[in-house]
């Protein structure tokens, strides 16, 4: 059985812990700082962190790397296509890894870096993906280095997988992400009905993830740009016809980099 928890670091990332119950075996997903890992292992004697996996080369999701691999001599697997410390296994799209006994494929998501990519298995009772700062609860990653055509291409990627995937994302932005949601979306009822579940939940200080694939596609606009009301909202904001998805998720997102 895999249990999955979240060690937070810095202000709002989360460090995903996958732990190995029956043989005291574990992984993170993008350590940015090397000290909620080492304290976990601190406070857990007899658990060997076997493998770091990096869904790209920003400091708050590689910073941790050297020092984890320096301590406990994991395998550090990250993208091909950039520059990642300490790193054992490239990565390219479509890839596959075997990490815990659970075989993940890698997808290529190019858009908020140019070479970043999203670990996805469906060996766990129900199929799960780290999206990194790719596809958010509610939202989706600034575009930093790559195209708005690339990076709407990748969240449709994301948005074909099933269902019932548990979307594990790397930040607690879902409560900004969804009020944003809802200024492009007023009607839209399971939005607004998420929007106050969130707000219940961080009013409690608790955790807002995982979202599911199907919670996304309901309320996150990013994934809803052939939603009529949608692409109006998008065309109202930018004053003209986005005549394609991809035009409409552009405008989407730079409403959302100055929301």
């Not at 290529?108 to 129900?126: C, D, K, N, S």
């Not at 992400?177 to 607004?192: D, G, I, K, S, Y």
């Not at 969130?198 to 919670?215: E, F, M, W, Y």
């Not at 109006?232 to 986005?242: I, L, Q, S």
Request: charged letters at 20%.
């Amino acid at each position: 059985m895999i249990q999955i928890v979240a060690l937070p670091a810095f202000s709002d990332n989360y460090i995903w812990l996958l732990q190995d119950t029956a043989n005291r075996r574990c992984a993170v997903v993008d350590p940015g700082d090397a000290t909620p890992v080492r304290q976990w292992l601190a406070d857990n004697p007899g658990w060997v962190l076997e493998d770091i996996l990096i869904t790209h080369h920003h400091h708050d999701h590689v910073g941790g790397v050297e020092a984890l691999k320096a301590l406990t001599g994991a395998r550090v697997c990250g993208p091909a296509n950039e520059t990642i410390p300490a790193r054992d296994l490239a990565l390219e799209d479509n890839a596959c890894v075997q990490v815990l006994g659970m075989q993940f494929e890698v997808i290529a998501v190019p858009g908020h870096t140019l070479g970043h990519i999203a670990f996805y298995t469906e060996q766990t009772p129900a199929p799960l993906l780290f999206s990194g700062d790719t596809l958010f609860a509610g939202g989706c990653g600034r575009l930093f280095e790559g195209t708005p055509e690339q990076m709407h291409h990748s969240l449709q990627r994301l948005a074909a997988l099933p269902a019932a995937t548990a979307v594990y994302c790397a930040h607690e932005y879902t409560l900004s992400n969804l009020r944003f949601a809802c200024a492009v979306e007023p009607e839209n009822q399971r939005l607004q009905q998420r929007f106050a579940e969130v707000t219940q939940l961080r009013a409690d200080n608790r955790i807002s993830l995982p979202s599911s694939i199907g919670l996304e596609l309901q309320t996150n606009p990013f994934l809803r740009t052939a939603e009529t009301s949608v692409k109006e909202k998008a065309d109202e904001w930018k004053g003209h016809c986005n005549p394609t998805q991809a035009t409409v998720f552009a405008a989407l997102r730079s409403w959302k980099d100055g929301f």
